[in-house]
């Protein structure tokens, strides 16, 4: 039974996820073909970002109290309903910068809610040992899903349209939201453990996950390290195309590099997709943060294309390795009733990074060489993850709180 609600849940968050990023590309076509409008692009993106970022402060609470089951099914039948109502008010006419500005807000508040709602569902499917597997499985999932997207929302778009490919995605999550009605998540291996006290009111359990983090030191230390290590992370996104730019005109160097890096956190998660991590300590993960930090600064040194790819699939394998080893610290640190407020802080927080990194590299590329800022974003990370992990050798790692 807990394999097959992990499946479930894996094969719900494929679709539901492959949803997100083919409605993201196609709106985005959308925006810059019929409507034409840098300005309207740069207010959804803005709008999506801010309202996911507010929600994911706000939602833990919620979900830590109603379940985070119910969260995910609410979620895709939401999106369900709202491209479909976007397709028909896409059959006669021009959707409006109102209705999207909207609609991308919703978006946000919704993905703030699913994304907190599957990092606290993980622990009631699986047994503690592993975690770390379906921790995998999930990345694995979700990177994957970045990749066949936006090859899938382009052939829909050039074949079926606009409106054609908005019916598609909602039947994505209507699967989806089917598929989570059977999802069992009455933590048929855990203790029915449950501190929340129903009498009291949303902002002191808010409070109470804030509190949390503030009591433990060194998840609220990983929380920060998060925020800085990303920026430098996120900012070489914003780089990778002038470094590809750099090698040729021709935009397929800049595919061989998004390439080399999903390949190499792809086999990261399916190595662990089958190979339990029994114990996660946060030196293993600030060393980490740390060897990435170094292949990203190492950029700057070579102008040998195959170097650059090589030394982009080794950033790739470090990345899913973190992308494995945070949740299943927090899942293991954090008290099963807590898992919704702390992991919406922390997904907040670190999301957060993303806008700030976009702007600061986005701009930086314009004044200064390209190369100095892939040293700069290294950088960032090495003095962060460095200080980070003196601390925590200083301090001494918590415990993991048994659940």
């Known amino acids: ?170 039947i994505l999550y209507a699967f989806s939201t089917f598929l989570i009605l059977f999802i069992d998540s009455k933590n048929s291996h855990l203790e029915n453990i449950n501190d929340n006290n129903d009498k009291t009111s949303y902002f002191s359990d808010l409070r109470l996950g804030f509190s949390f983090l503030n009591r433990q030191k060194m998840i609220f230390y990983l929380v920060i390290t998060m925020f800085f290590v990303n920026i430098g992370a996120n900012g070489v996104n914003v780089l990778f195309p002038f470094l590809a730019k750099n090698v040729s005109d021709d935009a397929k160097y800049l595919g061989y590099i998004y390439s080399s890096m999903s390949m190499g956190s792809l086999l990261t998660g399916l190595i662990f997709s089958v190979k339990s991590i029994h114990k996660v300590e946060l030196k293993i993960i600030y060393l980490s943060f740390l060897l990435q930090a170094t292949g990203i600064a190492a950029l700057c040194f070579t102008q040998n294309f195959l170097i650059i790819l090589i030394f982009v699939f080794v950033i790739g394998l470090i990345t899913g390795f973190i992308g494995v080893l945070i949740p299943t610290f927090v899942q293991r640190s954090v008290p099963i009733h807590l898992l919704g407020r702390v992991n919406s802080i922390m997904m907040a927080i670190s999301m957060l990074s993303t806008p700030v990194a976009q702007f600061i590299f986005g701009v930086s590329v314009d004044y200064f060489n390209i190369k100095y800022l892939f040293f700069i974003a290294g950088a960032l990370g090495i003095v962060t993850s460095l200080s980070s992990l003196l601390i925590n050798v200083r301090k001494g790692t918590p415990r993991e709180t048994v659940m």
């Open 1 to 170: 039974m807990i394999i097959l609600n992990a499946t479930k849940f894996c094969i719900a968050t494929f679709l539901s996820n492959l949803g997100d990023v083919i409605y993201s590309v196609v709106i985005a076509w959308y925006i810059a073909d019929v409507l034409q409008s840098g300005f309207l692009m740069g207010a959804v993106l803005f709008s999506l970002g801010l309202s996911r970022f507010i929600a994911g402060l706000l939602c833990g609470p919620v979900i830590d109290r109603i379940g985070a089951k119910l969260f995910l099914w609410l979620s895709d039948m939401i999106r369900t309903i709202i491209v479909l109502v976007l397709a028909i008010l896409l059959w006669d006419h021009t959707i409006s910068f109102v209705i999207l500005i909207m609609v991308s807000v919703l978006f946000g508040a919704i993905d703030a809610f699913y994304w907190s709602a599957s990092e606290s569902i993980k622990p009631r499917l699986v047994a503690t040992e592993y975690l770390s597997r379906l921790n995998s499985q999930y990345f694995t999932v979700v990177r994957t899903t970045i990749i066949l997207g936006p090859l899938i929302a382009a052939w829909m778009v050039e074949s079926i349209s606009i409106e054609h490919s908005l019916i598609a995605i909602s």
